[in-house]
């Protein structure tokens, strides 16, 4: 008699939003750890972490290569998207400027690679047509984010990378901030493009839903009550525990990142979420 395949298990994924915090050094680092083994530290702590810095700036494959290198075999990076395309261009005649992102060196990551994340401004109001064709873009595979990366120009200074190191499926997350996103025609999108709504926590500055729009969870954790400072209590842990609990029931994967920095309070509180969802 054949066998039915196994289902496969939720999982959920913690940990920290960026680890390279010249504060944490002494507090989660250790006083005699060389930052350039930060990393590999943060990565034998979590399963997962957040990458911040490819907001910012466009990275080069060598610094992708290293950082799939210092991490072991089954961690998983998240990717926040490029603050040009989503600040400066908001979304708009991106083609160039999303060549240039996949090109930089995303596809070494191969079987690391997570959920891209597209943290949108507060500025600018829900735009369907706008947010439908950019989500058409989004490349939903490895393969997909090679076709894309074909298409960088000559910023790329320090060398494009063109091959995925293995073959992989996309998944992409929106974090928006501006009121106007917060209704059912651009939930409706999001689940029409497999495409996940980011359950922010911003200490009240903005809006704030749980919408689950795609087979996946993914949660930033900015403070409770102090943005970026606060740090959070054994009940609102417990709460966010018994989240990801009901999302993993569900079949969904969970990846959540605590992004209250400032303080050193990232590190801690990600583990004591660890130890509650364990």
């Not at 915090?21 to 997962?48: M, N």
């Not at 993914?218 to 966010?240: A, I, M, N, P």
């Not at 989240?243 to 969970?254: E, H, L, P, S």
Request: with cysteine; aromatic share 14%.
């Amino acid at each position: 008699m054949a066998t039915r395949p196994r289902a496969r298990t939720a999982r959920a994924l913690i940990g920290i939003s960026g680890y390279d915090y010249k504060p944490w050094r002494g507090t989660f680092y250790p006083d005699d750890l060389p930052a350039r083994r930060w990393l590999e530290y943060a990565s034998q702590t979590f399963a997962s972490i957040e990458l911040n810095g490819t907001f910012y700036s466009l990275k080069s494959p060598a610094v992708f290569e290293r950082w799939v290198e210092e991490t072991p075999a089954e961690f998983v990076f998240a990717v926040k998207g490029g603050r040009f395309i989503t600040h400066n261009l908001k979304l708009r005649n991106a083609e160039r400027a999303m060549g240039n992102f996949f090109a930089s060196g995303v596809l070494a990551l191969g079987r690391k690679t997570g959920p891209f994340l597209w943290q949108l401004p507060a500025t600018y109001r829900f735009d369907a047509e706008r947010m439908d064709a950019f989500m058409r873009q989004l490349p939903r595979s490895s393969a997909d984010g090679e076709a894309v990366a074909r298409q960088h120009d000559t910023r790329l200074r320090r060398g494009a990378l063109l091959e995925a190191s293995a073959r992989v499926a996309y998944r992409h997350a929106f974090e928006v901030r501006h009121e106007s996103y917060f209704h059912e025609e651009f939930y409706a999108l999001l689940r029409e493009h497999r495409c996940a709504w980011v359950v922010a926590d911003t200490a009240g500055k903005f809006p704030y839903a749980e919408e689950v729009t795609a087979d996946f969870v993914y949660v930033r954790l900015h403070g409770s009550r102090l943005l970026y400072e606060s740090s959070y209590t054994d009940e609102e842990l417990d709460e966010w525990a018994r989240k990801i609990a009901k999302w993993k029931r569900a079949g969904r994967d969970v990846y959540v990142y605590f992004d209250n920095d400032m303080k050193t309070h990232a590190p801690f509180d990600a583990l004591r979420l660890v130890g509650r969802v364990r």
